[in-house]
C-alpha cells in the first residue's frame, strides 16, 4: 500500500444561504482502504461526498488527489480522476440487461467499414469485457443479457459497483449500499467490496448500519453537524464508542481527529 492519500479532503467549508453544511469537515483515504464515514441524518455527509464528486465546490478547503491540489468544477472532472459515487437509487436502467447498464453512457464502437458516421455498438467486446469484469469481482449472476429488472436488489447492488469500477475507478463511493437488502445478500455486497480491496480500489461507505461498517472498514470517520469529530481504526474502537461519538455523548481529543496514517 502506498505511504500517500489517495484522496485527502482538508478542512471543508460549504453554507447554501444561510445554512452552513459543513464547517470543517476532513477525510483521507488511502489506496486500497475501506472507510466508513458515519453520523446522524443532518451531519452532512451526503453534501460532503457531493463536494468530492464535483457536484458542490467548496466555500473553503482543499481537495487533494495523490498529494496534487484539485478543483472538481463538475461531475466529469472528478470522475475522470477515477471517483465514482453510486447513489442509493443506483440509476441503473432496469429494462436493459446487465451489458448495457455495465456500459452505459460510455459504450464502445466498432467501424467495420471504416466510414465516417457508420459506427455501431460493439456487443461482442462490451459483453466480453461485462464477464471478465463480473469474474475478477467475483460477482455471480446467470447471463449478462439478463435484465435488471429480473434481478434480486443485492443483484442490481452487485451491477451498479461492476459499473462504477469498469473504467479504472480508483474510488468508489458507496451511498447506504446494504439499506432494504435481505441478510444473505448483505453479506454478498460485503464481499463485493472485499474483493475492491484486494482489488487496490479505495471505498467510502456511508451507512447507518453500523455492524456492516464493522465487518469490512478499516477505519470510521465520523461527522458531526458538518464538522469532522472523530477518526477511528476499526479494530481499535467498539460500536458503543461510536454510537456516543454520533450522537454526541463523547467528546475526543484533538488528536484522534487527523487523517488516521
Known amino acids: 500500500m502506498s505511504e500517500h492519500p489517495l484522496i485527502e479532503l482538508i478542512d471543508i467549508h460549504k453554507a ?22 458515519v453520523g446522524d441524518n443532518a451531519a452532512g455527509k451526503s453534501t460532503f461526498m457531493k463536494v468530492l464528486t464535483g457536484v458542490h465546490q467548496p466555500d473553503s478547503g482543499e481537495i487533494k488527489v495523490n498529494g496534487e491540489r484539485v478543483t472538481f468544477r463538475d461531475p466529469g472532472e472528478s470522475r475522470r480522476t477515477g471517483i465514482e459515487m453510486i447513489y442509493q437509487n443506483l440509476a441503473l436502467a432496469p ?7 455495465v456500459f452505459l453512457g460510455r459504450e464502445l464502437l466498432r467501424n467495420p467499414l471504416s466510414l465516417p458516421f457508420l459506427s455501431v455498438l460493439d456487443e461482442k ?5 461485462t464477464i471478465e469484469l463480473l469474474q475478477r ?3 455471480n449472476v446467470k447471463s449478462v443479457r439478463l435484465l435488471v429488472e ?7 447492488q452487485a451491477v451498479a459497483i461492476a459499473r462504477s469500477v469498469a473504467f479504472e475507478a480508483k474510488l468508489v463511493i458507496m451511498d447506504e449500499p446494504t439499506a432494504a437488502l435481505a441478510v444473505k445478500e448483505v453479506g454478498k455486497v460485503l464481499d463485493i467490496i472485499n474483493n475492491l480491496r484486494a482489488d487496490g480500489v479505495s471505498v467510502i461507505i456511508i451507512s447507518h448500519r453500523l455492524q456492516d461498517i464493522f465487518n469490512v472498514a478499516d477505519r470510521i470517520i465520523v461527522l458531526q453537524t458538518g464538522k469532522t469529530i472523530a477518526t477511528r481504526k476499526t479494530k481499535e474502537t467498539t ?3 461510536i454510537v456516543k461519538f454520533i450522537v454526541g455523548g463523547v467528546q475526543p481529543e484533538l488528536s484522534t481527529i487527523a487523517s488516521g496514517r
Not at 429494462?95 to 447498464?101: E, Q, S
Not at 467486446?125 to 469485457?129: D, I, P, R, T, V
Open 16 to 37: 447554501f444561504g444561510p445554512v452552513q453544511a459543513l464547517s470543517g469537515a476532513s477525510l483521507s483515504i488511502m489506496p486500497g482502504e475501506v472507510v466508513g464515514l
Open 95 to 101: 429494462n436493459l440487461d446487465v451489458v448495457a447498464n
Open 125 to 129: 467486446l462490451m459483453e466480453h469485457k
Open 137 to 139: 469481482l467475483k460477482i
Open 150 to 156: 429480473k434481478m434480486s436488489g443485492g443483484q442490481q
Open 239 to 241: 460500536m458503543d464508542e
